[in-house]
């Protein structure tokens, strides 16, 4: 009972301790859920229709992609290229999430009876919008043929079951066919979607007639034009209460359906300085003498100068040298050295030795046989050249001795070529049609033979040593310590631009930056300054951005404005609103000009520019010489007056016109075809149609926040 008692003299003291621990408890849990969900959050790239975007699966889209890239032979992709990748996949990805849902609310999909059908026929418009490999055509048909594709995968699975070798290849085969039949049938939804929404803007037979009478009847007119340069730009006031009633008017022309931001920027080029071009000149005429020496090979002379262009020994077309080079060729003779010349255009300084010029066919057709040893290669030979068939001698050693036709770009654009390479290419080139040889390489032997020669063209051996023009370490940090000291003595906008030409520096601006963008304007490697630019307020100054571009651009950034989502801000656009706002004053004084005009002849007496003009029908706009302008106005204005009437004044793009139609006929040869006319209005309506898509990407509240992991 003491003990019991003992305890309940502790209850309060315990109920705290308890409180305590309990609290602790939820604190550490909802500390733990907070980082769950700021982990996730950080991992979010965009958001489509309210639904999350998660960056790993962004990515894996990219990767699917540039899998399917390299099997169609692009590999090695380089930032713009990338960037390119990326927004395609964004753009797909929003724009068949959109599709699908607005398919789901209309009952629309796609069977897998469709898709089967469209492959089996090889011949819907669709197929030919796919990352199709050109080997799944059939080249005497040059259609689609399923059947290709599916030999070739039955044959991968089955070598892949055999061999362990073959399993990449497979499994590559089989994800890129994956992805192929994905986009067909994201393909034919979207089609079928698409084709819903044309069937909304359908013409009519009665609309279809008259569109037809439009088109067909053409009238001549007599034009008075009174120019808005007539009126002297000082003689018109425009308020900002003229603009602002422009901007309440037009005010669906400013919509922005994403953030924007106005930046100004400083880029600074680092370029070579006198010091670094005549130490590069001192080289390259160093080159100069060494191509005229005989103590040196020219590729020994191409490799210590550091080329940019490698020497092979080769024979190439004009079509593998820079154009800089083939220009200089034009004009020196075999064997001469030219002098180092620069090309402004790659920023480079160059000298050509010359060494030869010959005729050699652009493509050979050879076949041949690999042969383990020599001895084997021997006896091949004599028994081709005895007679026997290539065919036959190929099958005996299980190789397929086919023809393949060989062309100058199999070599000429290789940036190193070994031995055996050089020696095969070179065989090739000297060797005439129904010529054999036997060539021993590292490997082996092969014995191969050609059997044709076509397109005999001139082939250039030429060593050339290219160097760009850079600049020096010493260059750039000059270059760096000056800018440092220019942003650190000018921390605001303001400063930034009274100081900037004095220092040598030019104030650049950009408008409406979005998010979208990759670059700050268009310099390679800015992700780091646009990343800033939405992080930052109105009037700040970013740090030094350094080793942009090819790591020769520096750049500073302020932000100016920030443009909310929604309708742009008066005062951002009523300066391009004061153009028209200009022109409607211009027609209000040229309009009472106008005013007691009778005829034509009146018009002309108060030195109005008079003209006729022909062959005016409703559905081409007006060109107006003597304002030098077309004007869409009058097409709708001459269709409604009468032959012989005069016209009312009627409001141009560049002035004030009246006129007189003086005739009208329907164009000769002209005859009505309903439904030709029905499906032109349907064409003519299509952009409706895109209209209507637009809307589908304003509501759903896209959210593209990729330049935070790009």
Known sequence: MAAIGKIRSWGTFLVIVLGIVLLFFILEYAGEALRTITATNS????????????Y???????????????????????EDQMNNVRDMVWQNYVTNKLIEAEAEKLGLMVTDEEIANILREGTNPILYQLPLSPQFFNQQTRQFDYSIVTTQYEQLKQLAAQDARYQEQYSTFDRYWKYVEKQLRQQLLQSKYQSLLAGCVMSNPVAAKA?????????????????????????????????????????????????????????????????????????????????????????????????????????????ALPSDIVAHLDSMAIGQVSQPFETTGDNTFNVIKYISKVQQ????????????????????????????????????????????????????????????????????????RGELKNLKISQGNIVFEVTDRRAIVDKYNVAIVKRDINFSNDTYNEAFN???QFISENSTIEAMEENAAKNGY?????????????????????????????????????????????????????????????????????????????????????SKKFEGVKSIADAKKLNARVDTVRFITFSSPVFVPSTVASEPALNGAVAATEKGKLSRVVKG??????????????????????????????????????????????KANIEDNRYLFF
Not at 43 to 54: H, L, R
Not at 254 to 278: G, L, M, N, W
Request: glycine share 4%.
């Open 653 to 698: 793009k560049a002035g004030a016109y009246m006129f007189q139609v003086v005739d009208r006929k329907n164009r000769e040869g002209a005859k009505f075809d309903e439904k030709q006319m029905q499906l032109q209005l349907r064409q003519q309506n299509m952009p409706n149609v895109q209209m209507l898509l637009q809307d589908l990407y304003e």
């Open 211 to 319: 569109a037809f009478e439009n088109q067909s009847q053409e009238s001549s007119i007599l034009l008075a034009a009174l120019p808005y340069s007539m009126v002297n730009d000082n003689d018109v006031t425009v308020s900002d209460a003229d603009l602002k009633a422009k901007y309440n008017e037009k005010k669906g022309m400013f919509r922005q359906v994403v953030e924007t931001r106005d930046i100004k920027y400083i880029p600074v080029h680092v370029k070579a300085s006198e010091a670094d071009r005549k130490q590069l000149m001192d080289i390259m005429k160093g080159c100069v003498a060494d191509f005229k020496s005989d103590s040196l090979k020219a590729s020994e002379v191409v490799r210590r100068a550091q080329s940019k262009i490698a020497y092979n020994g080769l024979p190439v077309t004009r079509e």
């Open 482 to 484: 000056k800018f440092s």
């Open 43 to 54: 991992q979010t790239i965009g958001k489509v229709m309210g639904e999350k975007v998660y």
């Open 506 to 590: 030019n104030v650049l601006t950009r408008a409406n930056v979005s998010n979208a963008v990759h670059t700050i304007a268009g310099i390679r490697g800015t992700h780091d300054a646009l990343k800033w630019v939405f992080d930052a307020k109105p009037g700040a100054i970013s740090q030094l951005y350094d080793r942009c571009g090819d790591n020769d651009y520096m750049l500073v950034v302020a932000l100016d404005k920030i443009h909310e989502k929604g309708y742009a801000d008066f005062e951002s656009v009523k300066e391009t609103l004061r153009p028209e706002v200009m022109n409607d004053k211009k027609f209000e004084i040229l």
């Open 361 to 432: 066919p652009d493509s050979i057709e050879v076949r041949s046989i690999f042969l383990a040893n020599e001895e084997s290669a021997d006896s091949v030979l004599k028994a081709l050249r005895g007679g026997a068939q290539f065919d036959s001698i190929a099958a005996r050693y299980n190789q397929p001795g086919t023809k393949n036709w060989f062309t100058s770009a199999n070599y000429q654009s290789a940036p190193t070529i070994d031995a055996d390479t050089k020696n095969y290419v070179e065989a090739l080139l000297s060797m005439q």
């Open 56 to 78: 790993q699966d962004y990515q894996a889209l990219v990767d699917e992609y540039q899998e399917v890239l390299k099997m169609q032979g692009y590999d090695d992709l380089n």
